[in-house]
């Protein structure tokens, strides 16, 4: 069966973004959808995209305004699409349906899976998801010492969610390192992971949980609830299909580019991870010898932005 290249559009004003409602007799009829459709041969996805979302919703918008979001594969049986998806906060016009389709604006926390063909679920995550997964690890401390250093990092930093890493501490001593760290991040609205056995969760009420991948391997369900939030660490395309069999919001890959971290790991370039990424069905993060500055360059690569446990830190 062919694959159809649909361009899709996630349009934002302020924390709200445009959602339409299928026809009840198209593919996928009845559910919401964000704005879009087949890529005509010879056409751009990009320019596919600026002439769909002025046929179905009467909005003009700039090509140079489009950014990455996340591509999909998916195969509903009887078709098989790539959604290629793309933001933009900037256009003119009121959006209306062209079609006679209805349409409205809705916060991201309000988009729900099951309203959604299925091949919208990774979107969905990918929308709640920041472009930048930063780590802790200062490796050697522990105690006070390393949770005022975490905090002193993570208030310079502002993530809006962040992985607690510190596999060197022995598990009482990291889930009373945590809990203080939930506290602090709580009151912040930073969403706290944890790293590890998922059962660390029923010690500490973390936003979710982040598989190293000697622990995902092991798991044939997802460990948690869908209200959690569901990480895990891959290195190669096998690890990225057992994690979206798993039901992980996201994962990290890598390492793109040499880490003092992991000084043994071979890196595996952009051009690798790019290719890995585009078969990969759930959001990515880049991982492994990058900074901050490289968010740009990781979305390019298909990615949902950067993880980094040391570059960005050390500056704070
Ligand atoms: N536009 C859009 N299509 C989606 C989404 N999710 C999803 O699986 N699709 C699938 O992508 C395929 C193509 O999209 P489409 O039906 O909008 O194509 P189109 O606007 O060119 O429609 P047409 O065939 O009436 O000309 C459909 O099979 C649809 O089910 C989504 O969020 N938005
Ligand atoms: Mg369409």
Redesign the pocket.
């Known amino acids: 069966m062919k694959e159809?290249h649909?361009a899709?559009g996630v349009v934002r004003q302020g924390d709200r973004i445009l959602i339409a409602r299928?026809p009840d007799d198209?593919?996928?009829g009845g559910l919401l959808?964000?704005?879009?459709?087949?890529v005509e041969p010879e056409e751009r996805v990009q320019q596919a995209l600026v002439r769909?979302l002025d046929e179905?919703v009467g909005l003009r918008i700039d090509p140079r305004n489009l950014r990455p979001v996340i591509g999909i594969r998916?195969d509903?049986g009887d078709?098989r699409?790539f959604?290629d998806v793309w933001e933009t906060d900037r256009f003119e016009g009121e959006p209306h349906g062209r079609e006679g389709q209805p349409v409205q604006w809705l916060a991201v926390d309000a988009l729900h899976d099951d309203d959604?063909?299925?091949?919208?679920r990774p979107?969905i995550r990918a929308l709640r998801l920041p472009h930048q997964y930063p780590i802790t690890g200062d490796a050697g401390m522990d105690g006070a010492a390393l949770v005022d250093h975490t905090c002193r990092r993570l208030a310079a930093l502002r993530p809006s969610i962040c992985l607690f890493r510190a596999p060197w501490l022995s598990r009482d001593a990291y889930l009373d390192a945590a809990g203080q760290l939930l506290d602090w991040c709580s009151a912040r609205s930073i969403r706290l992971m944890l790293h590890g056995d998922p059962a660390l969760l029923a010690s500490i009420p973390a936003a979710g949980i982040h598989l190293p991948w000697h622990v995902a391997r092991r798991l044939d369900t997802r460990p948690l609830a869908s209200s959690g939030v569901l990480g895990v660490s891959c290195h190669q395309e096998d690890e990225l299909a057992h994690a979206a069999h798993l039901g992980a919001d996201f994962v990290t890959l890598g390492p793109v580019a040499e880490t003092a971290s992991h000084p043994d790991a071979v890196p595996m370039g952009w051009p690798r991870f790019t290719e890995l990424a585009a078969r990969a069905t759930v959001p990515v993060y880049a991982l492994g010898g990058l900074s901050l500055e490289d968010v740009e360059r990781a979305r390019e690569a298909g990615a949902q932005g950067v993880a980094g446990i040391g570059t960005w830190w050390s500056n704070c």
């Open positions: 159809v649909v899709v299928r198209a593919h996928q959808e964000f704005p879009g459709g087949k769909e179905e998916h509903y078709k699409v959604l959604f063909p299925a091949a919208n979107i």
